[in-house]
Structure formats: structure tokens, C-alpha cells
């Protein structure tokens, strides 16, 4: 069964295809999974792991109203720590996930990890350990770094100094750093500049106490003649909200009826109890809602943290392999569409030319293709056409030339018998006059079969030369004086011109050629015209020319006159016209000496055929 180029193409590209979505998913299944199982076992600290997740993104929802463009940070913490990082909402919904390829992803753990909210993470319970987020600082004594831990100061604005500070903002803290710290150094104190939260500059200096035995360093919060104003202070966006949470929890306060001091420091304020007695749950809900209802227009939204020993999707699980399946499916779907467009393309000028083909089988030498584009294809159906126009050429010329022969060959035939049968009946007496006709129409055919017998053995590589050193003008000479009886018949002058001209030729057959040249010059001369035969050395060659002053050759007919039989005159008088053969004749026979023939020619000006010859050539033959 024979099957179309299309079918075929169609089926490898499907199958290129499919084998490469395989090969595609072996190796990101095999090589993830034996990286991300490298990074876990060498991973000792998977508690400190996650609570670096958590603290990321916390950040993360505290410095963006909103978790879009969340995925990068998910996939960075994903790969830089070797654990499955999924952010969802509380609905469900994935916002991010580093296992999902291809819109797929193993499905997520029953229980989340921690919930990530900005707008109240004072304490979160994360993987079974309690994370303190943030924390208020107090001043304890007037000693710089001192801490007190308290849940009054409301995150993430008083968690770390830099949330909300602008570029103006954190290059003014920056000079005001850089003071402190000089005026530090130069009391004695060993004070550095760090990038503290949120890039905000901050001054370190060496504290008094130690942490097992080494030396630790804290932030400048004391107010001394070394801490300018505003080192320490929030951004201004950050006393935005912390004065609207203010308000609200003090009308929420107000209106439950609860006595509450508002302390400030470093320009944030607190809500605090005014006696223990006011302090339960009702004031908790009441700092807790505003909070959440003054940050959430400032930071994203609750999430739900999903952490996972693995980030890579399988291939070869149950949904694995569906996903798998639906993605080959598609990818071969889009292959399919895309291979047929592109076959059938392909293809439609295949078919077109294995019709004209065919039809050419079927002697129709006129078929033709349409071709459009410069692709190969294209460039297949100009060479056919080319080719076919040039069968339908040669045809025509064969046929023309099997009807020229049996024309020539017909009439000194005819003529023979003719004189023979009349004078067999005794019409016309066989005397010597009759005998001399009859040996003019003989060679005629003699000259005729000698011609395609010259032009059967060029065409077979056949044609034998017999080279020698002779002198170009010289032959030209001896040709002219051949033809010169048939010139004064005529009344055309015929010369020769020259300088002494030496190469290695077949004597008689350059001779043959010029003859044929001179012979056609004179027949297509007017009376009074002339011929001549030239002789020039040209580079490291001769070239011979015969120019006369004839009718000439009409332009379309030029590129044809060395095709055998081949008449620019189709008129078949033999007064005007000879067989046809002899410029094919000559064009071989230059051709045999590694030489060629040109023609110029003005219609009603004349013509000039030139062969070049070069001084020693190969001979072929």
C-alpha cells in the first residue's frame, strides 16, 4: 500500500513530538527530585527552614497591599531552601506554588503550616513552635539596646523601623545614622551603620553585656546628646496608620465603656490599660480590630502557608500522568494542526508536478506548473518547466528536422529517378549531359549524409581530429579561394585578412567550418555586397570572424541558429536556403578544438560569426 509524503511527515512529526514531551518529563521529574533530595538531606535545620519561609513572606505581605507578584519569592525560597512553597487563600484558592508546572501540582497537605496576616502576627504558631513576629521596645534605664517584651506595639510598623519609608525618608535617616555614628566614635564607642529592616539605615553600637562570653552589638535607642532627632522615628506613612488604629481603638474603648492611657515613643503611640482591671478580652478586641481594620488597605490579604517535602511535580502519579497525557495530547494536537498546514503546502506543488509529469508522459510536451515563492519547491518547479519547454523545443526541432530530411533527401532523389525512368523509356538519351545532372543531384546526397554523419559522431564523442601547427590565416586564405568562383557568380566580394597566425588544428576541419560560415555569408549577400574573413589574436587565443553585409538575422532568431535544421529563412528554395546543418556543424566542430562561436547580427546590416580557438589547446575527439 502506497502511502502519501504527507501521511508520512505527519507521522514522524507526531512522533518527534510525543517523544520529546516524554523525554521532557523524565528529565525534569528525575533530575528535580535528585536535587531537591540532595538539598533536604543535607538541610539539618527544617524547623529553622520554615521559619525562614514564613518570615519571608511575611515581609512580603507586610510590604505590598496584595500577593500579586508573589511567585517569584515563592519559587526563589523554594529553591534556595529545597521545600515545596504553597501560598493560598482562605478559600482555597493557590495563589502561588512552586510545584506547579504546566498549570498541574500534587495536591496540597491536608493542614497549613501558619497563616500569614500582617495586619495582626504579634505571635503565630508555625510547624509547632511558637514564632514571636515583633515585639514592643521600651527603654529599660536609659541603657541603650535594652528590650522589654510586651504585645501593646502593633506590627508590622513597629515591627521593623523601615515599613513604609519612602527613598527621601530613608536617605535623610541615612545622614542622621551617619551623625550618630561619628558622634559615637568619637566619645570612645565603637558605633557601625547596618541596613536594618526594609533597608532603613540604623546605628549599631558595642553593648556592655555579653552572649556566651562574646561580644555583642545593639541599636542606639537611648536619647543622648549622640542620637539627633528622628533616628529612630517611623515613616510618615507609618504614623498614617498608627493614628487612624489609634483612634479606632479608642472609639471602640469609649464606647465599651474601658479606661485606656495612649503612651507614645519614638513617635508611635499604644493603647495600654489604665489598671489591670481593664485589661481582658474585650480590650483586646477592641486593639485587635483596629488594627487589622487601620492595616488592611497597607498590606495583603491572610493567607494560608502550605510547606512540602517535595517542589517538583510527578509524572508518574495518578494525576501525574493525566496531566502528562492532556499536555502530550495537546502538544500533539498543536503539531498535528501545524504539520498538516505546513504538508499540505508542501505537497500541493508535488502533486501539481507529478501531473505535468504525466501529462508529458502522455506526449502532452505543453504542461506546465504554476510556481510562486523562491523555496526549494519553487525552485523544483522552475527547473521543470525550464525542462519541459525545452522538450517541447527539441520536439518541435525534431520533428522539423525529420521533415527537412526527408525534404533534401526527397528532391535529388526524385530527380535521379525521374531522369532515369525517362531515360530508361527513351524519352531523354543517357548522354554525358544527363550523366553530369545525375552526378550533381548524387552529391547532393553525399554532402547531405556526410553532414549527419559529421553531426552523428559529435554527438558520440566520436569526431576525429588530426591536429597539427598551422597558420589560421593561411587556411582562411585557402577557404576564401575555394569559395571565390561562387562569390563572382554571385557578384559578392569575398577577402581575407590576417597576420601570420600559428595554432595546433585539424587543417580540414577548420577549413570545413569557415566554408560552411563563408558558404552561408555569400548566400544571404545582395549582389555588390562583401565578405571577409579575419584573423586576431585575442589573449591566448585567435579568434576568425566572417562579417558581411547582408540581410542579417532577426533578434528572436539568434538564439537558435546553431540548432540543426534551423532556418531563419524558412523558405526550402535551394537558392537561398542549404540543409540546415551546417552552422550545428561548425558550432561542433569549434566545440572539438576547446574553442566556441558567437554570432552578432542587425537585421538588413549584416551578420558576423566569430569562433575562438585557443594557440595549443586539448583536442577532443
Known amino acids: 500500500m502506497r502511502r502519501s509524503v504527507l501521511v508520512r511527515f505527519l507521522g514522524l512529526s507526531l512522533a518527534v513530538a510525543l517523544g520529546a514531551v516524554i523525554a521532557t518529563a523524565l528529565i525534569a521529574t528525575y533530575s528535580t527530585s535528585e536535587k531537591l533530595q540532595g538539598e533536604m538531606d543535607a538541610n539539618t535545620g527544617q524547623l529553622q527552614v520554615d521559619g525562614e519561609i514564613y518570615s519571608q513572606l511575611s515581609r512580603y505581605a507586610s510590604d505590598h497591599p496584595s500577593w500579586s507578584g508573589v511567585d517569584k519569592l515563592v519559587h526563589d525560597l523554594a529553591g534556595k531552601l529545597g521545600r515545596r512553597v504553597a501560598v493560598t487563600t482562605d478559600d482555597g484558592s493557590v495563589i502561588a506554588d512552586s510545584a506547579r ?34 515585639a514592643r521596645k521600651t527603654i529599660a534605664a536609659g541603657e541603650p539596646g535594652g528590650f522589654v517584651a510586651t504585645a501593646a506595639l502593633i506590627a508590622p510598623y513597629g515591627g521593623y523601623p523601615g515599613w513604609g519609608m519612602t527613598e527621601e525618608e530613608t536617605r535623610q535617616r541615612d545622614q542622621l545614622a551617619r551623625q550618630s555614628m561619628n558622634c559615637y566614635n568619637a566619645k570612645g564607642k565603637a558605633a557601625t551603620v ?12 558595642e553593648s556592655k553585656e555579653s552572649l556566651a562570653g562574646v561580644q555583642v552589638k545593639a541599636s ?3 536619647k543622648d546628646e549622640c542620637t539627633p532627632p528622628g533616628l529612630n522615628a517611623p515613616s510618615a506613612k507609618a504614623k498614617i496608620v498608627n493614628d487612624d488604629e489609634i483612634r479606632r481603638a479608642a472609639g471602640c474603648l469609649d464606647a465599651a465603656g474601658l479606661t485606656y492611657n495612649i503612651n507614645e515613643f519614638e513617635g508611635l503611640k499604644a493603647v495600654e490599660p489604665k ?22 488597605p497597607y498590606v495583603a490579604p491572610p ?19 493525566l496531566r502528562t497525557a492532556a499536555t502530550a495530547l495537546g502538544v500533539l494536537l498543536i503539531a498535528a494542526l501545524v504539520m498538516i498546514f505546513a504538508g499540505r503546502r508542501l505537497v500541493r506543488p508535488i502533486v501539481a508536478l507529478t501531473g505535468a509529469a504525466q501529462r508529458m508522459r502522455n506526449g502532452d510536451h505543453a504542461a506546465r506548473v504554476p510556481v510562486s515563492g523562491k523555496d526549494e519547491v519553487a525552485r523544483l518547479g522552475h527547473a521543470f518547466n525550464d525542462m519541459a519547454e525545452s522538450i517541447q523545443r527539441h520536439d518541435f526541432q525534431r520533428k522539423a528536422m525529420v521533415s527537412d530530411v526527408a525534404h533534401e533527401l526527397r528532391t535529388p532523389l526524385a530527380n535521379i529517378k525521374g531522369y532515369l525512368v525517362a531515360s530508361e523509356d527513351g524519352v531523354v538519351p543517357l548522354d554525358s549531359e ?23 559522431l559529435a554527438d558520440a564523442g566520436m569526431l576525429r581530429l588530426h591536429p597539427a601547427p598551422r597558420d589560421l590565416t593561411e587556411l582562411a586564405q585557402q577557404v576564401v579561394a575555394a569559395h571565390r568562383p561562387t562569390a ?16 595546433t588544428v585539424d587543417s580540414a576541419r577548420i577549413r570545413q567550418a569557415l566554408g560552411n560560415l563563408v558558404s552561408n555569408a555569400i548566400r544571404y549577400t545582395p549582389p555588390g555586397g562583401t565578405v571577409v574573413v579575419g584573423v586576431r589574436r585575442v589573449g591566448d587565443g585567435y579568434t576568425v570572424s566572417v562579417t558581411d553585409n547582408g540581410t542579417g538575422i532577426a533578434e528572436e532568431h539568434l538564439p537558435y541558429v546553431f540548432d540543426r535544421f534551423y ?8 537558392s537561398t536556403g542549404g540543409s540546415g546543418l551546417g552552422l550545428a556543424i561548425t558550432k561542433h566542430l569549434a566545440e572539438a578544438h576547446g574553442g566556441t562561436i558567437a554570432v552578432t547580427s542587425r537585421l538588413g546590416s549584416g551578420s558576423t560569426f566569430t569562433i575562438w580557438l585557443p594557440a595549443a589547446a586539448t583536442l577532443s575527439g
Open 567 to 574: 532556418r531563419a529563412e524558412h523558405s526550402r528554395s535551394r
Open 303 to 321: 493567607a494560608k502557608l502550605y510547606l512540602g517535602a517535595k517542589s517538583t511535580f510527578n509524572v508518574f502519579s495518578g494525576e501525574g500522568l
Open 275 to 296: 489598671t489591670e482591671g481593664d485589661a481582658g478580652e474585650a480590650f483586646d478586641n477592641c486593639a485587635t480590630q483596629a488594627r487589622v481594620q487601620a492595616l488592611t
Open 101 to 134: 508546572m504546566l498549570g498541574a501540582a500534587p495536591q496540597l497537605p491536608s493542614v497549613p503550616a501558619a497563616t500569614i496576616d500582617a495586619r495582626n502576627v504579634a505571635v503565630s504558631k508555625l510547624a509547632g513552635a511558637m514564632n514571636v513576629y515583633s
Open 488 to 503: 563572382d557568380a554571385a557578384d559578392v566580394t569575398v577577402t581575407a585578412v590576417g597576420e601570420p597566425s600559428a595554432a
Open 194 to 205: 547596618i541596613q536594618a529592616g526594609g533597608g532603613v539605615p540604623q546605628v549599631m553600637i
Open 220 to 222: 542606639a535607642l537611648a
Open 434 to 456: 544527363l550523366v553530369t545532372s545525375l552526378l550533381e543531384e548524387t552529391d547532393l546526397l553525399e554532402h547531405l549524409v556526410a553532414d549527419l554523419q559529421d553531426l552523428a
